[in-house]
């Protein structure tokens, strides 16, 4: 067994779950972070594990950090249900826990629609998933939570899969939900939208993903996606401008 606890949260994830936990039940301790599904997802898990809690809903970074405070082992690997680990860097894992290092940034290799995008700021995609417990915490935000370790961290070679959606109609779900939580970032930070963010970050997102880093070699899911995510960051000035704008009024209709 790999000496690592495993936390993953959880929510209507029958779909995915099963290949995720499949990819790490060789380590140590697997913990999940259930927030009530409705789904399958529950027994599922339980097949694998008797270490799952449910508990309501309080963000992506506390419902992580809640997992790692049960950890047991003295190494944290956080993975998402849409995620899996390849023996290659099952192995590299194992391999690195007596380092020096008290984290380790880990590539992440993405697909999307069922194809791998190499480009656009899609790969490698380094995020830090594998900490000593003792030298780290999630820092506390709306989305895009982070991983903050004390000490100095390390990069492995092998890469995590990462299926993030199957179809449109997910990916665009996805959009929808993470435009609003970036809105109540930005509001809780202090920040504000006018028309230079909601015209030209879109089109800066677009040549960004597209041109500069080269969107355009994965052929039409390249420019899919950075069309995809032109939208997602209109959504999300658009929302941050809504909330400073209209709390009070009655829309039009």
Not at 21 to 50: A, G, H, M, Q
Request: glycine share 6%; hydrophobic share 35%; net charge positive.
């Amino acid at each position: 067994m790999i000496p690592v606890s495993v936390v993953i949260v959880t929510k209507d994830e029958e779909k995915n779950i099963k290949e995720a936990i499949e990819s790490v039940k060789d380590f140590s301790e697997i913990i999940v972070i259930d927030s009530f599904s409705s789904d399958r997802t529950v027994d599922i898990c339980k097949k694998y594990t008797e270490k799952v809690f449910q508990e309501e809903w309080q963000g992506y970074a506390r419902q992580k950090q809640r997992g790692i405070d049960r950890a047991s082992m003295p190494w944290v690997l956080i993975l998402d249900a849409d995620e899996r680990l390849t023996p290659e860097l099952k192995s590299e894992i194992s391999n690195v826990l007596n380092d020096k290092h008290s984290g380790f940034y880990i590539p992440r290799k993405n697909f999307f629609l069922g194809r791998w995008i190499r480009h656009g700021g899609w790969w490698p995609d380094y995020t830090l998933r594998l900490f000593r417990k003792d030298r780290a915490f999630i820092e506390e935000r709306e989305v895009h939570e982070k991983v903050v370790v004390k000490g100095s961290t390390g990069y492995l070679k092998n890469p995590m899969e990462h299926y993030t959606s199957k179809t449109f109609s997910d990916f665009l779900k996805k959009l929808e939900d993470y435009s609003t939580l970036s809105a109540k970032e930005m509001d809780r930070r202090g920040l504000r939208s006018g028309i230079l963010s909601l015209t030209l970050r879109p089109l800066f997102t677009f040549l960004k993903m597209f041109f500069l880093r080269r969107g355009f070699l994965d052929g039409r899911y390249g420019l899919i996606l950075s069309l995809l995510y032109s939208y997602y960051t209109f959504l999300k000035y658009a929302k941050t401008w809504e909330d400073k704008n209209m709390k009070g009024r009655s829309p039009c209709i």
